[in-house]
């Protein structure tokens, strides 16, 4: 069970229609073997019953309920900015995870002040020997991808940096956090967790993954990858995303071959007509950095901020 007072880590899981999920995953968090935390649940405009059902079953957890979908970047984002702790953990509802799963995570982050963020091995729920995640690579032309998916666990190896940390189970330093921004909320969902890597990392912050840390995912316990909504906001953020952080080349490449992926997704009016409506303010983050890294310190050498963009958000104020 968490411990009372003021917590080091604050824990926020984000829940949508999820109360099938609930009693496996708050569970699995009330019995870690490091309770120096608090949970917040966002609730997202359940009618399943969640929030009434977490509210008798799980008094300790602090609830947020929204009365419309928010999305998972300013659901997150909501929770973020009233929790406490100086670690802020994001976690989604439809995972298990192991009894030193936050444990092995504030470890990490406690071991150099210069780690920024840090992510779980993230595993198939239904064929635990399976690797859903092991970070985040971002290839040479600016494209996410899981890294060793669907390898065997065996095969995650040691702790290293990573391109980015999925927000599935990941843990943020408040500091950092304070530097760089939140999650981008006109993302809506869908590569927002890679977006806020890409700023940390290009303002010298180490993003990390730990393979002792240990989560077992369903995936898509929302939203379907494949579903409208997911390619919708999937097309439309991989181009902003890049637009915001990525390299002259990543850009233009992104340009030319988004009309290829995610079902073509990007030609269609509802999607376009929000790319567009979207990229003067991606353009105008990208910009920002020029301004901004010339009066900040930042933890990372001169030849790591040498190329640097860096969007300026909203802030988290300590409690």
Same mark, same amino acid.
């Given at each position: ?33 490091? =309770?120096?935390?608090? /949970? ?5 405009? $359940?009618?399943?019953?969640? *929030? %009434?059902?977490?509210? +008798? ?120 956090? =304070?530097?760089?921004? /939140? ?5 809506? $969902?869908?590569?927002?967790? *890679? %977006?806020?890597?890409? +700023? ?120």
């Amino acid at each position: 069970m968490p411990l009372p007072g003021t917590p080091r880590v604050s824990i926020v899981v984000l829940n949508w229609n999820g109360i099938r999920f609930l009693d496996e995953c708050l569970t699995s968090v009330k019995d870690q073997s490091f =309770n120096d935390f608090e /949970l917040i649940l966002v609730d997202n405009g $359940s009618h399943d019953g969640s *929030v %009434d059902y977490v509210n +008798r079953k799980y008094p300790w957890v602090r609830i947020i309920s929204n009365a419309v979908n928010q999305g998972f970047a300013r659901g997150t984002n909501q929770g973020i900015s009233e929790a406490a702790g100086s670690y802020l953990v994001t976690l989604n509802n439809d995972t298990r995870v192991e009894q030193d799963w936050l444990l092995e995570l504030v470890k990490t982050m406690d071991a150099d002040n210069a780690i920024g963020a840090c992510q779980s091995l993230v595993l198939f729920y239904d064929d635990p020997e399976l690797i859903y995640n092991a970070g985040i690579d971002i290839s040479r032309t600016g494209y996410p991808r899981n890294r060793d998916f669907s390898k065997k666990r065996a095969s995650a190896g040691r702790a290293g940096p990573v391109s980015a940390a999925c927000a599935c189970s990941a843990i943020y330093r408040r500091e950092a956090l =304070n530097q760089v921004g /939140l999650f981008d909320e006109s993302f809506w $969902s869908y590569h927002e967790d *890679v %977006d806020l890597s890409w +700023r940390l990392r290009r303002a010298g912050w180490k993003i990390l993954f730990t393979p002792t840390s240990v989560v077992y995912h369903h995936g898509s316990g929302s939203t379907s990858y494949l579903s409208p909504l997911a390619l919708h906001h999937s097309a439309k953020n991989l181009l902003l995303m890049n637009v915001k952080n990525g390299s002259v080349p990543q850009v233009v490449w992104q340009f030319l071959t988004i009309a290829f992926r995610y079902r073509r997704y990007i030609l269609k009016p509802p999607c376009a007509r929000e790319t567009m409506k979207l990229l003067p303010q991606a353009l105008a983050a990208r910009r920002s950095i020029k301004n901004w890294a010339s009066t900040t310190h930042f933890p990372g050498t001169a030849s790591e901020l040498s190329h640097l963009d860096v969007a300026v958000t909203t802030k988290v104020e300590s409690s």
